[in-house]
Structures are given as structure tokens and as C-alpha cells.
């Protein structure tokens, strides 16, 4: 909806402001009745928000087929966007992930995704039953950080699988790195194929002011993006934009239909009206502080012994970069990760993520020159504690390692039950022997390089397999019945339809010996393992 309408509104805000003023007497869900049920510390917490706490309403418009205020809300937001056609969604991005790939693939279609996408796209191709075709992107060894994949892998990985119906990017990563999403498109189209971004983390990105460039403006089909990540709605609170003729509009509705709730709250769609509102109509003066704030932020880390900021010109292979993003490396003060978190909450400082020997800290628009301060001085006060220690030596005397990850497997044998034990027997010889390690001298910063995925079954197939439970230490060879995901960053090491291989056994210990606790496992320890069994 990209014709000109008045951004100065809030449609959806004004219908509850409305219909509160006309104080009905409610006998309807939900149970507090407009506030007056509700316990009293909930009462304490959100009083004045209570009466907007409203059950599915003919008085106010549908959220699964709006027509009216809402409607215009999701107009005004594509607008806002530059998209043509924007879908409010109340499960978050992981929600807004599943509409955009379950109306591109079906079950048996093949979908070309990073195998650092998030653990919800892993989780959609279970329900849509599409089988993954994996890029294997790119780390940089020095930061331990993905920085995303190229347009000539993409471009090589359409040519290679000109069945995949569709590509899905994840644009920028958690850290900021852009991939060139333009390029992609173009390449795509002209193959016929989709184009899906995860843009979770970049629905704030105004490439005018330095940033990298949107996905809705690179030409991409369907993004889906975290509104309440970096913008200003709830938690929980995110939007799918579309654009073009490649899209199913009304499937899309219908998936919405299908995955979000029937009892959809209305103080979460109201903050995404709230948002966009803010975003319209200020976001270019927010984003401007912003920017400043974060550039000074990094500029007075770099200044400090031990500690180093990573700019744009500091990651080499980046496409582009949201300065907005700060990576805190005290690798230079021998901290790992783990331990230059703790000193951070022991000054209340609390970060995004932890990973090898960085913490990552997002600048947002909620950020002041009071909150940047804190950071510098927190770290300061770091960086006095530590004798400064020079590159490539850490606090417990281990050299910084680095490994090659560009193996990539042959994802054709990944179709059928019949050919799995031929295939299992022979890729994992082939993965194997390129990786051993003795896991008591292995370093954080190996680890935190994901697993390369050797893939046997759809995620669907392997989900709906017979599985058995059985002992870690005897899974070796063994095709995985559950995804293994650890937070930070949300990235599968494991997922199902894939073998468990040395590579990700060892994986796995580090991040058990880092105290770390999957996602995803039915034994949270993970002592044992959820297999397919008799394949």
C-alpha cells in the first residue's frame, strides 16, 4: 500500500480510546473484566492498561480479517515501510517467519536458506514439510562472527538447485552484517524464484543515513521484521511486509489464520500502531541520536586498553554494516565472553548476546547519553582490573584458534529414506576426517563455529519418524530426532533429518562445559538424545 495516506493517525489506537469511552458493561472474555478481576499486583503493574485488555470484539475490527481500523493500521505500516501489503503479527517474528515460508513452499519443495538462520525458519520447514538446500555463509576467524553469505554463493547454490522454489536471507545478522540482498533478488526472479528475508534484526535501517539498505527496498518478496527488537512496540510484537506479484496475499491471510491466536491482544496491536506512528513521524530524528550515540560509543571503547570495538572497515567480507550494533571483544584482557559478561552485571550493565570473547550491545532508539556513559565507564573499570595481555593469548594461557569451515556437503542426499544409511556411512567418513580435535584443548572461539549440517531427512520427515531416546556419548552416527539450539544466538547446531557427526558431539561439550543449556532438547542436560530409530 504505497499511496500516500496520513501517517499522523492511529487508527487502531483510536478505536479502543473509543470504545473504552463508551463504557460498556462487559460480559465477555477475558475474565478480569475490564480490570476489575484482576489480581492485585496485576492491577499494580498495568491499571490504566487493564480496560484496553479487550477479548475479540465485533465492536472492534477483526485481526484475522480486518476491514476496517486495523486494516488501515497494517496499511498505514506498509506504507511506513515501503511495502505494499503489511501483516500485524502477535507470536513475534518467529510467527511472521512462518506465514512468509509456509506461503512460498509446500510440503516436498526444496528451499535454499544460511545455516545461520534463525531457529524458527528450521522450525517452519517441520511445518511446511520443504526440504532445506543450505549455504554454508561465512565466520570471521578473528571475531568469531558470522558475516553472512555472498551473492556469488547464492547465485552458485540457485544454479546448483534450480528446483528450490525459494531463498531465504537473513539480512543484517544479529551483529549488524548486511548481505547484498539486491543482487540476490535480481538473480532470483530471473530463476523464478521467491525471495524471503529474515530482517528481524534491521526493521530500523535507513540507508540515507549510512545504514545498510532494507530488504523491502533491495526488492525483496516477503520480510519479516522484530518491531519491538529495535523499534518501539511490545515484546512479542512483530510485522510481515510483502511487495510484487510473487506473493499469495490471501494465503498469506490464511496463514495468519491458522498460526496466530484467536484471542489476539489488543495492547500488542495497538503498540505496533504506537510504533510505526513514532517511527513515521520521527524515526529520522531518532535514528540521527541514535547513530551518534553509537559512534561515540565505540569510538570511547577503542580507546580503552584491551578492548576492541569492530567497525565496518574491522570485518573483513561484510557487505554492510548497522553501526548500531556494538561488539565489546576483551580478548586483548584474556576475558572470555562468559566472564566479561559477569563483570558487566556486576557494574548492571546487561547485554543482547555472549559469544568466543565479545558481548554485544544494541543502541536503540531508548538509548541517552547517560545510558552510552554507563557503558564506558563500566568497561573502563574492566580494563583496570585485567593486566592487558597481547593478541593471541588469553587469560588461561590458550592460543586464539582458528579453523576452516568452508567444507560443504552435497545436500542431493538428503531426499529419501532409502539411500540414508548408504549416504550417513559415507558423508560422515567425509566430515569427519576433516575434523578432530581433543576436547580439553579445544578453544571457545573453534566452538562457537557452527557444525557443518549433513543433512538425511526433511526436518519434516525426520519430526514425524519414530524416535528413541538414547545415550549422547552413543549418538555418533546417529540421525538426529530433535533440533539443539543454543541462546545466544538462536542458531540450530543440530537440527532434525541431520546425522550427529564428532564435529557436532564436540560442539555440544563445549557449550556444556560453558554452562550453557540447550533448546530444544527433551533432556536439558543432554545427556541423552532423541534419535530416529532403526535408520
Given at each position: 500500500?504505497?499511496?500516500n495516506?496520513?501517517?499522523h493517525r492511529l487508527?487502531f ?6 470504545y ?6 462487559p460480559?465477555?472474555t477475558?475474565g478480569?473484566?475490564?480490570?476489575v478481576g484482576a489480581?492485585t499486583?496485576?492491577?499494580e ?10 477479548g ?11 476491514e476496517?481500523?486495523?486494516l ?8 511506513a ?13 518467529s510467527?511472521a517467519i ?5 506461503s512460498?513452499?509446500k510440503?516436498?519443495d ?10 524458527s525458519?528450521h522450525n517452519?520447514l517441520?511445518?511446511?514439510?520443504a526440504?532445506p ?8 576467524q578473528?571475531?568469531?562472527?558470522p ?11 540457485m ?25 540476490i ?8 524464484m ?14 540515507y ?13 516477503l ?5 519491538h ?6 515484546t512479542?510484537?512483530s510485522?510481515l ?16 489464520q491458522i498460526?496466530?491466536?484467536t ?6 496491536l ?9 517511527w513515521?513521524?520521527?524515526g ?8 551518534e ?13 584491551g578492548?576492541?570495538?569492530?567497525g565496518?572497515?574491522?570485518?573483513e567480507g ?14 586483548g ?5 562468559q566472564?566479561l559478561?559477569?563483570?558487566l552485571?556486576?557494574r548492571r ?6 559469544k ?5 550491545l544494541?543502541i ?8 552510552i556513559?554507563?557503558v564506558?565507564e ?7 582490573m ?6 593471541g593469548?588469553?587469560k588461561?594461557?590458550?592460543?586464539y584458534a582458528?579453523?576452516?569451515?568452508s567444507?560443504l556437503?552435497?545436500q ?5 529414506f532409502n539411500?540414508v ?9 567425509s566430515?569427519?576426517?576433516t ?7 579445544v578453544?571457545?572461539?573453534i566452538m562457537?563455529?557452527?557444525p557443518t549440517?549433513?543433512?538425511v ?5 525426520a ?5 528413541e ?11 538426529s ?6 541462546y ?5 547446531c543440530l537440527?532434525?533429518?541431520?546425522i550427529?557427526?564428532k564435529?557436532?558431539?564436540?560442539y ?7 554452562g ?20
Amino acid at each position: 500500500m504505497k499511496q500516500n495516506i496520513n501517517q499522523h493517525r492511529l487508527p487502531f489506537v483510536e478505536s479502543l480510546e473509543r470504545y473504552k469511552e463508551q463504557h460498556m458493561v462487559p460480559f465477555h472474555t477475558p475474565g478480569h473484566k475490564i480490570g476489575v478481576g484482576a489480581p492485585t499486583l496485576l492491577t499494580e503493574w498495568m491499571g490504566p492498561a487493564l480496560p484496553y485488555d479487550l477479548g475479540l470484539m465485533y465492536a472492534i475490527d477483526d485481526y484475522h480479517e480486518p476491514e476496517r481500523e486495523l486494516l488501515e493500521a497494517q496499511q498505514l505500516a506498509a506504507q511506513a515501510f515501503g511495502a505494499d501489503h503489511t501483516w500485524f503479527s502477535i507470536n513475534g517474528t518467529s510467527g511472521a517467519i512462518q506465514m512468509m515460508i509456509m506461503s512460498a513452499v509446500k510440503e516436498g519443495d526444496s528451499i535454499i536458506i544460511p545455516r545461520e538462520a534463525h531457529c524458527s525458519v528450521h522450525n517452519s520447514l517441520v511445518l511446511s514439510g520443504a526440504k532445506p538446500i543450505y549455504m554454508r555463509g561465512r565466520f570471521h576467524q578473528r571475531w568469531g562472527i558470522p558475516t553472512g553469505v555472498t551473492a556469488e554463493e547464492a547465485i552458485t547454490t540457485m544454479d546448483a538447485h534450480p528446483e528450490a522454489k525459494a531463498i531465504l536471507l537473513v539480512h543484517p545478522n544479529y551483529y549488524g552484517i548486511g548481505v547484498d540482498v539486491k543482487r540476490i533478488v535480481e538473480a532470483a526472479h530471473k530463476r523464478h524464484m521467491i525471495v524471503l528475508v529474515d530482517e528481524a534484526h534491521g526493521p530500523h535501517l535507513m540507508p540515507y543515513l549510512g545504514m545498510p539498505v532494507s530488504a523491502i527496498e533491495s526488492g525483496a518478496d516477503l520480510v519479516a521484521q522484530s518491531t519491538h527488537k529495535l523499534l518501539g512496540s511490545l515484546t512479542q510484537t512483530s510485522m510481515l511486509h510483502g511487495q510484487g506479484t510473487h506473493i499469495d496475499v490471501n494465503r498469506i491471510q490464511r496463514l495468519q489464520q491458522i498460526l496466530m491466536s484467536t484471542s489476539p491482544n489488543y495492547i500488542f496491536l495497538a503498540s505496533l500502531d504506537m510504533a510505526r506512528h513514532q517511527w513515521a513521524t520521527e524515526g529520522q530524528s531518532l535514528m540521527k541520536q541514535t547513530l551518534e550515540l553509537a559512534r561515540t560509543l565505540r569510538r570511547a571503547l577503542n580507546e580503552i586498553p584491551g578492548i576492541v570495538c569492530p567497525g565496518y572497515e574491522d570485518i573483513e567480507g561484510a557487505f554492510s554494516f548497522d553501526e548500531t550494533k556494538i561488539i565489546i571483544d576483551a580478548k586483548g584482557l584474556g576475558l572470555t565472553a562468559q566472564e566479561l559478561e559477569l563483570e558487566l552485571r556486576q557494574r548492571r550493565i546487561e547485554v543482547e548476546l555472549m559469544k568466543a570473547y565479545h558481548v554485544l550491545l544494541l543502541i536503540t532508539i531508548g538509548d541517552t547519553e547517560a545510558s552510552i556513559q554507563q557503558v564506558i565507564e563500566a568497561v573502563q573499570g574492566i580494563s583496570a582490573m585485567y593486566r592487558y595481555k597481547p593478541e593471541g593469548s588469553t587469560k588461561s594461557g590458550r592460543a586464539y584458534a582458528q579453523r576452516d569451515n568452508s567444507c560443504l556437503l552435497d545436500q542431493s542426499n538428503h531426499t529419501s529414506f532409502n539411500t540414508v544409511n548408504s549416504a550417513k556411512n559415507r558423508i560422515i567418513d567425509s566430515v569427519d576426517d576433516t575434523y578432530t580435535t581433543n576436547d580439553s584443548d579445544v578453544d571457545a572461539s573453534i566452538m562457537e563455529i557452527l557444525p557443518t549440517p549433513v543433512v538425511v531427512l526433511s526436518p519434516r520427515q525426520a519430526f514425524y519418524a519414530e524416535l528413541e531416546e538414547i545415550p549422547l556419548e552413543e549418538a555418533l552416527g546417529r540421525i538426529s530426532g530433535e533440533t539443539i539450539t543454543y541462546y545466544p544466538p538462536g542458531i540450530p547446531c543440530l537440527g532434525v533429518g541431520e546425522i550427529i557427526t564428532k564435529e557436532v558431539l564436540a560442539y555440544v561439550g563445549q557449550k556444556q562445559r560453558d554452562g550453557y543449556v540447550p533448546n530444544g532438547a527433551r533432556d536439558r542436560q543432554l545427556k541423552t538424545i532423541l534419535v530416529c530409530k532403526d535408520i
